[in-house]
Nanobody, 124 residues
Framework: QVQLVESGGGLVQAGDSLRLSCAAS????????MGWLRQAPGKEREFVAA????????YYADSVKGRFTISRDNAKNTVYLQMNSLKPEDTAVYYC?????????????????WGQGTQVTVSS
C-alpha cells in the first residue's frame, strides 16, 4: 500500500510558476514509479509527467515539455512537479499517483495508488 498526499496548488496568473509536492508513505513508496496526472473540468484525466524510482528516467506529456519538471527525493519520500510558464489551459486538479513499473506510464488507468488531488488555477 502507498498513501499519497499532494500540496502546493493555488491560483496564479499566466506566466507564473508553482511547485507541487506529493508526500508518499507506505512500504513500497520509495521503489514506485511516480506520476503526476491532471483533470480539467469536463475532460478526461490525462498524463502530465512520470519518474522512475531512481529518478533517472522521466517522461513528459508534449503539452508540458520544457515547462514542467518532475523530480523526487527518496530520502524524504516526496515527489515534486515544478511548473513554469503556466498557461490557462494548465488549469486542472493535479493528482499524484504511483505504480510498480515503468510500463504505460502515460495511461491513467495503470496507476494503482492515487492522492486526493490539488487544484491549480491559472488566470489569463
Amino acid at each position: 500500500q502507498v498513501q499519497l498526499v499532494e500540496s502546493g496548488g493555488g491560483l496564479v496568473q499566466a506566466g507564473d510558476s508553482l511547485r507541487l509536492s506529493c508526500a508518499a508513505s507506505g512500504r513500497t513508496a520509495s521503489s514506485s514509479t511516480m506520476g503526476w496526472l491532471r483533470q480539467a473540468p469536463g475532460k478526461e484525466r490525462e498524463f502530465v509527467a512520470a519518474i522512475s524510482w531512481s529518478g533517472n528516467v522521466r517522461y513528459y506529456a508534449d503539452s508540458v515539455k520544457g515547462r514542467f519538471t518532475i523530480s523526487r527525493d527518496n530520502a524524504k519520500n516526496t515527489v515534486y512537479l515544478q511548473m513554469n510558464s503556466l498557461k490557462p489551459e494548465d488549469t486542472a486538479v493535479y493528482y499524484c499517483a504511483a505504480k510498480q513499473n515503468l510500463y504505460d506510464t502515460d495511461q491513467p488507468d495503470r496507476y494503482e495508488y492515487w492522492g486526493q488531488g490539488t487544484q491549480v488555477t491559472v488566470s489569463s
